[in-house]
């Protein structure tokens, strides 16, 4: 009887703990429905059999197809958790007070997470494709320079979406909803384990306004079929607007976020 007891004083330990971050339940309960419908588009494309409308523009090799997906979801995460994951770490620790007041200012040191964890997601996305490239005789034929052109300007504008994260991150503790939102829509409208023109059509337009379907898209074509600059020209042109958009809203959001923190002293709570 005393397991039994102490089980349950356990779980209801874990259930009013969690029930005080009601927005990370919220986006948890979200995202567990999302997943549902994803993997039901998933299937609707895999019974298009051997032809997969919808990838020849990318080759039409459907291991590629799905690779270069998986690669991409990589580098949108280390884009986005740029600044929260280093936050979040000095909320757990109960350092972020400190972090604020030290000379080197916090903005930067999560700059310098954030290019670790890029460096360390560029070599695994280098040595996966290698390896998979040779194992299953993938055809990838890489334009370099658009590659990394691409790649660049999705950190950047990525990143200006994961600091405004960070301002809401401030003041929820748990449950970004920019960075949940972001990352929602990248895997269920962008194109990652299938293509968009399954969707409906005001679902199309929906994902073609997203940068993240205009990145993968670029990514795919200069890394699968050799596409230059001026052929991903447009989903650099894309990107860099949302970058001039969200750029300043990330900087104003986190900036108040961290006002708001400091006035209700709860930088150091998590």
């Known amino acids: 009887m005393n397991v039994v007891r102490q089980f349950g004083v356990h779980v209801l330990q874990i259930y009013w703990e969690r029930r005080s971050y009601r927005t990370a339940i919220a986006l948890g309960t979200i995202t567990s429905l999302i997943s549902l419908v ?3 588009l998933m299937g609707k494309f895999l019974q298009d059999g051997n032809t997969f409308n919808g990838i020849q523009g990318y080759g039409g090799n459907i291991i590629s197809f799905l690779m270069s997906g998986s690669v991409f979801t990589g580098f949108v995460a280390v884009s986005l958790g740029a600044f929260s994951n280093h936050l979040q770490i000095e909320q757990r620790t109960g350092t972020l007070e400190a972090a604020v007041v030290m000379p080197v200012p916090l903005t930067r040191v999560m700059l310098y997470s ?3 964890g890029l460096i360390g997601t560029t070599v695994g996305s280098v040595v996966m494709f290698g390896l998979f490239g040779v194992v299953f005789d993938i ?5 370099l320079l658009a590659t990394l052109a691409v790649l660049a300007l999705l950190v950047l504008t990525l990143g200006s979406f994961g600091l405004a994260g960070c301002g809401v ?3 929820t503790k748990r ?3 920019v960075r949940w939102g972001i990352t929602t829509l990248t895997t269920l409208l962008s194109g990652v384990m299938y293509p968009i023109s399954i969707l409906p059509g005001w679902l199309q337009a929906v994902a073609r306004a ?5 990145a993968l898209d670029g990514i795919r074509k200069s890394l699968l079929t050799n596409a230059d ?3 991903v020209a447009p989903a650099l042109g894309h990107m860099a607007i949302w970058t001039v958009v969200m750029l300043p809203l990330g900087l104003i959001m986190f900036t108040t976020g961290m006002s708001r923190a400091r006035r209700a002293g709860s930088l150091g709570e998590y």
């Open 169 to 171: 991150l401030l003041i």
């Open 139 to 143: 055809p990838i034929s890489v334009n």
């Open 210 to 214: 997203l940068p993240t379907t205009q």
């Open 229 to 231: 600059l001026g052929q």
């Open 114 to 116: 954030g290019a670790g």
């Open 175 to 177: 449950g970004d909803p």
């Open 38 to 40: 994803q993997f039901l």
